[in-house]
């Protein structure tokens, strides 16, 4: 005979007729009074083939129990633990009732249907590794498929969840620390949104702190008013003294606070009197660095579950990933280990989709490289512009540093933007072909750039589009509404953004258009930036187009940057060993063929 | 039981899986109408018995599955199911150990099954269910219950839901 169950869940357990019965301590779900029984069957293993006559007994099979709350099947004494705690039911039960959603909009689609059919997509809930005891993880293996749980009546959904999307609010749902790393566009909001509404309404939880850029609060408003109409939400904002009350005495059920209103408020964030039963982090690359004040007032903040929400998890080393790992799950992973241990560490904390791998439906991105030579003016600048400025840094000797090689870059980037004498642009003049197309079909775009300064010169040269401007020196309070005439005003071809003001958190799918003025630092910033327009809901297919200079210091950039990009995505999905994605002070030398003080250094290879 | 009677309370899916190298191992999962969960039973893996292999001839995987493990399975439950649906026809002669109706869930239509369905049988929402329910009030009755049911879940669901548990515990064990 095989070992039994029973044997793993109680090595003490009494193989005669006396019944065991112990109760699940199921964390989460405190409140269920569940109970197991063990009760080992009448045949001895040793018995089993040496006498025939001992095989003809009726039972011969091992049974391992499991017995769940519900109405009239529990003996009283754990009814009376259930009335006590409070929550008593299955989770569907709890989903049909309680919170009452608000009235959805007359036009918008139901999303829910009565009963799930034999050829539905079925999600299971699967417990998270950190769950050990049998009756424990059973529990979430054996309730209904979570479309069946969320179809209930009074939980609507503006728009039907994909399938990918039920296995994320799964993974959410069922735990205290978890990282959803879902790239950018396949709706970790919605998924998130949709767990907290769900552990809201099952009475796991109470009260929610949702920390984001300042930019996003009002965007995580609207999805909030999207798909959980229910749920009561506040930003908090005002004076210091508005805050305080805010912290300390709005109750609604989700609080929303900027990450730099965190660091303002630290005293009254890190006071412990002050618990949320669950903290969540959107951009949490906020916190990648341990060491710096954000993630340090992150911290303290007093939370029994902790989930961080990002589409880079790894913006420039593997060290990101463990500051990350600091908020959702502190101590699991620290700095210095390696990559194959941090990343079987992490395993059962992540989870990570990209688009080719969840839509395959998905309307396809078209990235194309638009390699355009410089204007006569722009490469007499540049030339110019490089080699004194090479001359230069050789001169300097052991005074170089590497602000001195990045302020060269940055000017060379500027003048393959614009000619800085004449204002010409090779890049301009092919942005207006190309937004000539983009109008003429009736379509948007977007076009980013890492200065406002161009920005403004682009949009000088292209208000035939009536362009709309979108950055940092933009105040808050006019974005929104600038994205609003983006949307709905069909004369308004082109939004002129910033890398930093537009590349996280927005939804821009209606547009079919992104150009890349100038390239970041950093692919998985562009990536964002990208994704602003290439995300569910895209319409059709998106096309990016990458400017570029050839023959120039972009070119070198570009191809560096492109070699990391495919290091990335080799991190988050096989074993490889993890890299620095941004360039690095060797990298950033390299670009000129410098020496360092200790040195001559030279660029990577590709396939470096 | 009649027509008229009041439809199940607790539905009962028991099967039984094939465990790679151990053996089968049987599954009852008592569910709510709506498909919650009331109680579940597993077996350890049994593995096959040359002699009785041999004696039993051909009604041996009958014996196995019906007579020892899902017997066993039956026993333990402590809701008692009104109606117990297998994937399993060697399970169907529950019926008459338990004394509690048993319908079985065809995987795929077939002819033969086409030819119960217009007696013994029924179809629901593109699901085919059997029975050998002799009483014609009873299979009513019976396909009243599965009707139900397939308002909340389609009758196949529960058997994913044991097949993982079963698996879950399976893993853990080894």
């Not at chain 1, 916190?287 to 340090?296: E, F, G, I, L």
């Not at chain 2, 053996?23 to 893996?45: D, Q, Y």
């Given at each position: 005979?095989n070992s ?7 090595p003490e ?10 109760s699940?301590?199921?964390r989460?779900l405190?409140a269920l009074?569940?109970e ?5 069957t009448?045949i001895e ?5 040496a006498?025939?006559?001992?095989s003809?007994?009726k039972?011969?099979?091992k049974v391992s ?10 003996p009283?004494?754990?009814?009376s ?14 989903f049909n009732s309680?919170?009452q959603?608000a ?6 689609p139901r ?5 799930i ?7 299971h809930?699967?417990?998270p590794r950190?769950?050990i005891k049998?009756?424990?993880?059973l529990?979430?293996m054996l309730?209904p498929?979570?479309e ?5 009546s009074t939980?609507?959904?503006?728009f039907p969840p994909f399938d ?13 620390s978890a990282i959803?790393a879902?790239?950018m566009?396949l709706?970790k909001?919605m998924q998130?949104?949709?767990s907290?509404?769900?552990l809201l309404?099952t009475g796991?939880v109470?009260n ?5 850029p300042?930019?996003?609060?009002t ?5 909030f ?5 229910e749920?009561?939400?506040?930003a908090?904002?005002g004076?210091k003294?508005q805050?305080?009350w805010h912290?300390?005495h709005?109750r609604s ?13 630290e ?6 009197e ?8 959107d951009?949490?690359q906020?916190?990648?660095n341990?060491?710096?004040?954000t993630?340090?007032?992150?911290q ?9 929400l ?7 080393s593997?060290?990101?990933?463990v500051g ?6 502190p ?6 280990m ?5 990343k079987?560490s992490?395993?059962d904390l992540?989870?990570?989709r ?11 991105r078209?990235m194309?490289?638009?390699?355009l030579?410089?204007?006569q003016?722009?490469a007499d600048?540049?030339f110019?512009a490089?080699?004194?400025g090479?001359?230069?840094?050789n001169?300097?000797g052991e005074?170089i540093?590497i ?6 870059v940055l000017?060379?980037k500027?003048?393959?933007?614009f000619?800085p004498?004449t204002?010409?642009?090779?890049k301009?003049d092919?942005l207006?072909?190309?937004?000539e ?9 977007i076009?980013f750039?890492?200065w406002?300064?161009a ?8 208000q035939r589009?009536?362009?709309?401007q ?6 808050s309070?006019?974005?929104?509404p ?11 071809t082109?939004?002129?953004m910033?890398?930093g ?7 821009l799918?209606f547009c ?9 630092w ?8 990208i994704?602003?327009?290439h995300?569910?809901?895209a319409t059709?297919s998106?096309t990016i187009?990458?400017m ?8 070198r950039i570009h ?5 990391k ?6 991190i988050l999905?096989?074993?490889a ?13 390299g670009?000129?063929?410098?020496s360092?003080?200790?040195g001559?250094i ?7 | ?13 028991i099967?039984?899986v094939d465990?790679?190298d ?6 009852l999962?008592?569910l709510?109408p709506?498909g919650?969960?009331i ?8 593995a096959e018995n ?11 995987q009958?014996?196995l599955?019906?007579d020892?493990?899902?017997?066993a399975?039956v026993?333990?439950?402590r ?8 994937d399993?026809?060697e399970?169907?002669p529950l019926?008459?150990?338990s ?8 995987q ?7 030819e119960?369905?217009?007696?013994t049988?029924f179809?629901i929402?593109?699901e ?11 299979i009513?009755w019976?396909k009243d219950?599965c ?5 909340s879940l ?8 044991i ?12």
């Amino acid at each position: 005979m095989n070992s039994t169950y029973e044997d793993l869940e109680n090595p003490e357990a009494d193989h005669g007729n006396a019944v065991r019965t112990s109760s699940i301590d199921l964390r989460m779900l405190t409140a269920l009074a569940d109970e197991i029984r063990f009760q080992p069957t009448c045949i001895e293993p040793a018995a089993a083939v040496a006498v025939v006559s001992a095989s003809f007994r009726k039972r011969q099979s091992k049974v391992s129990s499991y017995f769940f709350s519900d109405v009239g099947v529990e003996p009283a004494a754990s009814k009376s633990a259930v009335a006590t705690s409070g929550s008593v039911d299955f989770l569907a039960n709890k989903f049909n009732s309680g919170l009452q959603p608000a009235a959805l909009p007359e036009n918008r689609p139901r999303a829910n249907k009565t009963a799930i059919t034999k050829d539905d997509h079925r999600t299971h809930l699967k417990p998270p590794r950190e769950v050990i005891k049998m009756g424990d993880r059973l529990f979430y293996m054996l309730q209904p498929p979570l479309e069946s749980l969320l179809a209930g009546s009074t939980m609507e959904f503006p728009f039907p969840p994909f399938d990918f999307q039920y296995e994320g609010v799964g993974f959410l749902f069922t735990r205290y620390s978890a990282i959803l790393a879902d790239e950018m566009g396949l709706g970790k909001t919605m998924q998130a949104i949709t767990s907290i509404r769900m552990l809201l309404r099952t009475g796991h939880v109470k009260n929610v702190l949702l920390v984001c850029p300042k930019p996003l609060v009002t965007n995580w408003q609207r999805e909030f008013k999207t798909w959980a109409p229910e749920i009561t939400v506040a930003a908090i904002s005002g004076n210091k003294t508005q805050r305080a009350w805010h912290w300390k005495h709005n109750r609604s059920m989700v609080k929303i606070a900027n990450y730099e209103l965190m660091i303002r408020d630290e005293a009254i964030v890190a006071d412990q009197e002050l618990e949320y039963d669950l903290c969540v982090l959107d951009e949490a690359q906020r916190v990648k660095n341990k060491s710096n004040s954000t993630s340090k007032v992150i911290q303290k903040i007093n939370r029994k579950r902790s989930w961080a929400l990002t589409g880079t998890p790894i913006e420039n080393s593997i060290e990101d990933l463990v500051g990350i790992c600091e908020f959702a799950s502190p101590g699991l992973v620290s700095t210095g280990m390696s990559a194959r241990t941090i990343k079987s560490s992490v395993n059962d904390l992540i989870l990570r989709r990209t688009k080719d791998l969840v839509l395959k439906d998905m309307p396809p991105r078209l990235m194309r490289d638009a390699e355009l030579d410089l204007s006569q003016e722009q490469a007499d600048s540049y030339f110019a512009a490089e080699n004194d400025g090479v001359i230069r840094l050789n001169g300097m000797g052991e005074d170089i540093s590497i602000n001195h090689v990045f302020e060269l870059v940055l000017r060379l980037k500027q003048i393959c933007n614009f000619d800085p004498a004449t204002q010409t642009s090779t890049k301009v003049d092919r942005l207006k072909a190309d937004l000539e197309e983009v109008a003429a079909s009736g379509q948007k775009a977007i076009v980013f750039s890492q200065w406002v300064g161009a920005i403004e010169k682009i949009s000088e040269s292209v208000q035939r589009y009536n362009p709309l401007q979108y950055h940092g020196r933009i105040p808050s309070k006019q974005r929104d509404p600038i994205l609003d005439e983006f949307k709905n005003n069909p004369d308004r071809t082109v939004l002129l953004m910033s890398y930093g003001a537009g590349s996280v958190g927005l939804n821009l799918q209606f547009c079919r258009y992104v150009f890349l003025f100038d390239r970041w630092w950093n692919p998985a910033v562009e990536d964002q930036a990208i994704n602003r327009a290439h995300r569910i809901g895209a319409t059709g297919s998106v096309t990016i187009t990458r400017m570029m200079m050839a023959g120039t210091i972009e070119q070198r950039i570009h191809e560096i940057l492109e070699a990391k990009r495919e290091l990335f995505n080799e991190i988050l999905s096989k074993d490889a060993q993890p890299t620095n994605r941004g360039l690095s002070r060797e990298e950033i030398f390299g670009l000129f063929n410098l020496s360092t003080p200790q040195g001559k250094i030279k660029a990577p290879s590709k396939a470096a | 039981m009649s027509a008229a009677e009041a439809q199940p309370a607790k539905y009962g899916f028991i099967t039984v899986v094939d465990v790679p190298d151990l053996g089968h191992a049987g599954g009852l999962l008592v569910l709510s109408p709506e498909g919650r969960p009331i109680e579940f039973h597993c077996t350890a893996p049994v593995a096959e018995n040359k002699t009785q292999k041999i004696l039993y001839g051909q009604t041996y995987q009958g014996f196995l599955f019906c007579d020892q493990i899902g017997s066993a399975l039956v026993e333990k439950s402590r809701s008692k199911p009104e109606l117990l649906v297998t994937d399993r026809s060697e399970l169907m002669p529950l019926g008459k150990l338990s004394s509690t109706p048993v319908v079985k869930l065809c995987q795929q239509i077939e002819a033969s099954v086409q030819e119960a369905v217009s007696t013994t049988g029924f179809e629901i929402n593109g699901e085919t269910v059997e029975t050998d329910i002799s009483d014609l009030q009873q299979i009513q009755w019976a396909k009243d219950a599965c009707r139900a049911f397939a308002q909340s879940l389609p009758l196949i669901e529960p058997f994913e839901r044991i097949k993982l548990a079963i698996d879950e515990a399976g893993a853990v064990s080894r």
